[in-house]
């Protein structure tokens, strides 16, 4: 039995103990009085009667008829006229009725009262003995009425009572389901806070374990910290902040195998000409400062766009990858206007070739890199502060107008969206669930999302594209329970009209929304914190699973978010390619993997290709594998 229980239900039993106790005193109380009333009544009605007939003379005719008179006038019960032997001489008897009382109370309070005796005088000697009952069933139907004016009373006085212990009991039990809540939110790894209850001993309770969630997640902010610091230091450089070749290199394997909104962008290298001149006039620690100086204007280049990045590729080259960025003319204005701004205050004229250069989903990394080689030659060539542009091989367009677009896009849509599968197999080779991407039916043929998605991110339709998604996966898991996991755009997570019609989907179909587990990039986690809390609150509210893909850059900030309800974290394939020939790559995933499992967040990786990256990675303790290695088996 719950202590809410116990505590209601001696609340009720010392209300019925103490109501019950009031109610037999207050009758036993007023039927010891009226009985006594009755009593004085008796015998004062007899010395009376007594009184009068001793004045009379003897005659039996003239006592009868005294005797029926005063019988007559309906008050009395009983009267006797007994002689001095104990014989009755005379004798007048009514029937008790009782009215408006029931039976039931009158045999239970029934009266006790000694009927009133008297003598009868005949001058100085005794000629008969009167005995006289009133009539008492008023007695009754006062002390009925007494009884239910007491019950009313103490009705009252019940619900009062009654209100008076649910607000004591609400109060407690508020800071204790709170406590509770916590212990709970801790055995699930979620270290929260509680306010503290005006109670001692719950707020005792309450302290001890803020602190115990503060303290865990003091370590958890440092352990993040330690492995950013672990992760900077070996996929940066150390000298301007960028990121080092062999990392940048992934982050481009990995652009350019995406599926999703980012499967084109901008990539441009920046030369530092004359890097060695520039050491030897300016002197190595301003030089390097120099750098450092240009790498900060690239950075904030960078972050203009999700998942932007900067890297060094070597001494004089710089890297900038913006994903999803398709105007060559404004990148190349905004690097011109911050970089030579920059250069303009240095003592020395500042050669700066720039190459820019759009990438396409289908490309390899030789293909990008190759051309902007040859680009970066060319500006060289033409002065030393030239920019070249290229647009890349391009690839076919579907449609040339954005009202094409739109027109095919909400047509596609409302035919049906298909979803892939892909699937994530857990540490044991199990299946945890399998990967949904979109597919649309454009111009007869099904396109994967990477030649679409940019459009529906172009035009705004995320929230139409995601609701889309997720009724056909209801109705796939509706047939076959098992789970799909689906991608939610950051557009989409940051629309309250999109929430409100995926809850509402949800609560349509509740028995298939358990199988459905929800993702979001890194960076919407992140940047838009209050918005996914309120989006895993809600999900979770229907058994719907949370988590968060693409993780890597902001692995750190993943602590933040230990009482929101993540499921899982799925880390960016920038950081798993190769795995198993870095051991520098394994230091940071380990650290990650340790760091997930301390606050009960599962850790998947992301576009795993070989056997030996899929054995790494369980060594290191990662909980699920994706990508192209990994085959379910028959």
């Not at 929430?499 to 838009?528: D, N, T, Y």
Request: proline share 3%; net charge negative.
């Amino acid at each position: 039995m719950s202590l809410i229980k116990q505590l209601w239900l001696t609340i009720l039993v010392l209300l019925l103990i103490a109501f019950g106790g009031s109610l037999f005193i207050a009758i036993t109380t007023t039927k010891q009085a009226l009985e006594q009333e009755v009593s004085i009544k008796n015998a004062d009605n007899a010395n009376a009667l007594a009184l009068s007939m001793s004045q009379l003379s003897k005659d039996p005719t003239e006592m009868e008829l005294l005797i029926a008179a005063q019988f007559d006038t309906g008050h009395y019960r009983r009267i006797e006229l007994r002689d001095t032997d104990g014989d009755i001489m005379e004798a007048r008897e009514a029937d008790e009725t009782i009215d408006e009382v029931p039976g039931w109370f009158v045999d239970l309070t029934r009266f006790s009262i000694p009927a009133g005796e008297a003598v009868i005088q005949d001058g100085w000697q005794q000629y008969a003995t009167i005995e006289v009952e009133t009539q008492h069933s008023y007695a009754y139907r006062s002390l009925w009425r007494s009884t239910l004016q007491l019950l009313g009373w103490f009705g009252l006085a019940a619900i009062v009572s009654g209100l008076l212990a649910w607000w004591i009991v609400h109060t407690i039990r508020r800071p204790l389901q709170a406590v509770i809540d916590q212990a709970r939110e801790i055995g699930r790894r979620r270290f929260t806070t509680s306010r503290l209850p005006k109670t001692r001993e719950l707020r005792d309770v309450v302290e001890a374990m803020n602190q115990l969630s503060a303290s865990v997640s003091s370590m958890l902010s440092q352990e993040g910290d330690k492995l950013e610091q672990l992760r900077r230091r070996l996929q940066h450089d150390s000298i301007t902040g960028a990121v080092n070749r062999d990392h940048f290199m992934r982050l481009l394997d990995t652009a350019l195998k995406r599926e999703d909104d980012n499967t084109m962008g901008c990539i441009a290298i920046i030369r530092v000409a004359q890097l060695a001149e520039l050491n030897e006039q300016l002197g190595r620690s301003a030089t390097d400062k120099l750098l450092a100086e240009l790498t900060r204007e690239l950075q904030q280049i960078a972050r203009s766009v999700d998942n932007g990045q900067v890297g060094r590729l070597n001494g004089s080259d710089f890297a900038l990858l913006l994903p999803g960025e398709d105007d060559l003319e404004a990148l190349s204005a905004r690097l011109t206007d911050k970089l030579h701004a920059h250069l303009d205050g240095q003592p020395l004229r500042i050669a700066l070739p720039m190459a820019i250069r759009i990438y396409h989903q289908h490309e390899t990394r030789a293909q990008v890199l190759s051309a902007l080689d040859g680009e970066l030659a060319r500006a060289e060539s033409q002065g030393d502060r030239a920019v070249i542009l290229d647009r890349g091989e391009g690839e076919a367009v579907l449609f040339q107008t954005h009202d094409e677009w739109r027109a095919a896009l909400v047509q596609a849509i409302h035919d049906g969206v298909s979803l892939a599968r892909y699937p994530v197999l857990d540490n044991q080779g199990g299946l945890l669930h399998y990967e949904a991407p979109s597919r649309l039916r454009l111009c007869d043929k099904w396109q994967p999302a990477g030649v679409f998605m940019p459009w529906i991110s172009r035009l705004g339709m995320n929230s139409d594209m995601d609701l889309a998604v997720v009724d056909t996966a209801l109705r796939t898991v509706a047939e076959n329970t098992t789970p799909v996991a689906l991608n939610i755009s950051p557009r989409a997570a940051n629309d309250p009209a999109f929430i409100s019609a995926l809850k509402a989907r949800l609560q349509a179909a509740p028995e298939a929304a358990p199988h459905l587990w929800f993702e979001v990039p890194e960076i919407m986690a992140v940047h838009h914190l209050e918005s996914f809390r309120s989006l895993c609150r809600e999900l979770e509210r229907f058994g719907c699973r949370m988590g968060l893909e693409h993780v890597g850059p902001e692995f750190s900030k993943i602590a933040q978010l230990h009482d929101v309800g993540l499921s899982y974290l799925k880390i960016d394939a920038s950081l798993v390619n190769n795995v198993d020939d870095s051991v520098d790559q394994q230091s940071i995933l380990r650290g990650m993997a340790t760091l997930c499992h301390s606050i009960g967040i599962k850790i998947i990786a992301e576009g795993v290709e070989t056997d030996a990256e899929h054995t790494t990675l369980l060594e290191l303790g990662f909980d699920g594998m994706t990508g192209p290695g990994i085959r379910l088996s028959d």
